[in-house]
């Protein structure tokens, strides 16, 4: 028994056109929801949008450990200062999501989430990190977040 063979049928110029239309479709779709800085890093150099979607994908994957160590360093170094206890616990969750969403196992634990919320806390808050401190047992962060 014989298997046929499939031909194949060069594209056609209709086809190849078509094809030409969509593709500048798709470039100035992601031409319009890109940084100006990103859009000028990729413009020049690619002319299909494939080819732009590959470059743009390189250069966000060769920043994400940087990214990782930009965010992880501001969650360590991060402090109340002058803003509400509500907009700084939502500031660490935050970057906490953010964190996550770049490499799942750089997820932070919760009780971290509570110790960064105490080691960013100002004076005027020492009152409130010594009761949560020796609180047992310790509480997790949605619980600290809502009161």
């Known amino acids: 028994m014989s298997v ?9 110029t209709k086809d190849v056109d078509e094809w030409k239309k969509v593709d500048v479709k798709v470039k100035m779709w992601v031409f319009s929801t ?9 413009l020049k ?18 920043n994400n450990k940087a990214r990782l160590m930009q965010l992880d ?9 002058d803003i509400s206890m509500a907009v700084y616990c939502y500031k660490i969750q935050h970057i906490s999501n953010l ?3 770049l490499d799942a196992s ?9 110790i960064y919320v105490i080691n960013g806390l100002s004076t005027k808050y020492e009152h409130l990190a010594t009761l949560i401190l020796h609180r047992s047992p310790f509480p997790n ?5 809502e009161s």
């Open 106 to 114: 750089s997820k932070v634990q919760d009780k971290h989430l509570v």
């Open 99 to 101: 964190l996550e969403n």
């Open 45 to 62: 150099e690619y002319s299909y949008a494939r080819n732009v979607y590959l470059h743009m994908e390189k250069l966000f994957r060769d």
């Open 141 to 145: 962060f949605s619980e600290f977040s």
């Open 34 to 42: 890109v940084f100006h800085s990103l859009l000028q890093m990729v």
């Open 73 to 81: 360093t501001e969650l360590r170094n991060i402090s109340i200062d």
């Open 4 to 12: 046929p063979l499939t031909t194949y049928n060069a594209p056609t």
